[in-house]
């Protein structure tokens, strides 16, 4: 992978990739702020104010961005995460100066109009009751506040309904000014373009911006065995088990991802094979890692009904006992590197996932790693680097989100070691 990167006068910095086959263009302005930078009066701001900068700026409406979007046949849209928050859109090249300086104005010049705030706090509110309406949500959530306990990482992206509700304009519009800036974002773009023709572009319509750098507040993620249950009398129990994982810096990373393919990571994986294939116990269940800066998180997510949890459980907890005490098989490794060299290729096919690649990776510190560098990362992974990182790594506390029909203290066993 070839990049360019050149960091203005006021901070921001713009990296691309050309893609010459291409006619299309993909642009993210990642912004360094997220769930866990808010202050208690503005839980769910960074989410909200994804929502509220596309209702428009001091010159344009929401219309007039829907509207100019779509007469150019562009994609766009946001997302918001614990870490950053990222405005994106996908468009042809010569429509790249239009896009861009819709998603400029929207960033810089945001106008929050209080009957704007009035009407997309409803919009939150109705996405939040959604999430919880999906009990699979709630259990993640669950988990992850379990997990993280204490730690800014612990806040739920969306915030909660009475934050939404208290949320003012000043709330919101001092968050903005003290989070959004330019040393602080990161414009990526990959496809179409040429990086000095893009630098210009980006320096005409971001140049004047002014801010510094903001920071993040860290914590030490010490998570304490204990179940936080959602009781419902639902059909399917949803449940989370797992505990603290490792940061997304840290060099166990490759063995970990490896370890993760192996347990639960895909169709030929170990949980998924014994629990579903061998028992039928349920339809999903799979392994996952979280990884942000300073702290990092692993688990098993499975959907199964309520009188077959203690035994999907059960065989959740043998098995990541089994890779701690064994490891994996030759044969295993070799499949999950032959996967995991097919995905990372097909992940890079298109300019889309290459811009998030380029923008998430600058904005958070990460290496850019080439293709060949990334798979000699994996390839140098040894079944001693797999069965020592699970053995550091998941022999820790464990904690469990869970959603069913479950009495107080029923599933406490499994996380008390």
Known sequence: MHYDLTVLPNGLRVITEEM???????????????????LPSEAGA?????????KGSETM??????????SIGAESNAFTSKDYTCFWARLLDQDLPTGLGVLAEMIQRPA????DIDAERSVVIEEINMNEDDPSDVAFEQF???????????????????????????????????????ASTVVAMAGSLDHEEVVKLVDDIFGEWEGETTDHDSAPVTPRPHVRLVQR????????????????ADERRWAFQVLHHVLGGGMSSRLFDEIREQRGLAYAVYSFRMSHADAGAWGVYVGTTPAQAETALELILAEIDKVVKEGITADELERAKGAMRGGLALSLEDANSRMVRLGRDELTGAPHYSVDERLALIDAVTLDDIQAVA??????PLVMGAVGPFAEGELDRFVAG
């Open 391 to 396: 053995a550091e790594v998941m022999t820790g």
């Open 144 to 182: 992850t506040q379990a997990v993280f306990e204490g730690h800014p990482l612990e806040r739920p992206v969306l915030g909660t309904r009475e934050s939404i509700r208290a949320m003012s304009r000043d709330d919101i519009a001092g968050y903005w000014r003290r989070r959004y800036t330019p």
């Open 20 to 38: 010459p086959s291409l006619r299309s263009v993909a642009v993210g302005c990642w912004v360094d702020t997220g769930t866990r930078d808010e």
């Open 112 to 115: 929050f109009r209080q009957r």
């Open 46 to 54: 960074s989410h909200f104010l994804e929502h509220l900068l596309f």
């Open 233 to 248: 009398d639902t059909e399917q129990a949803h449940i989370v088990i797992g505990g603290q994982g490792i940061d997304r």
């Open 61 to 70: 409406t929401a219309r007039d961005i829907a509207e100019t979007f779509d």
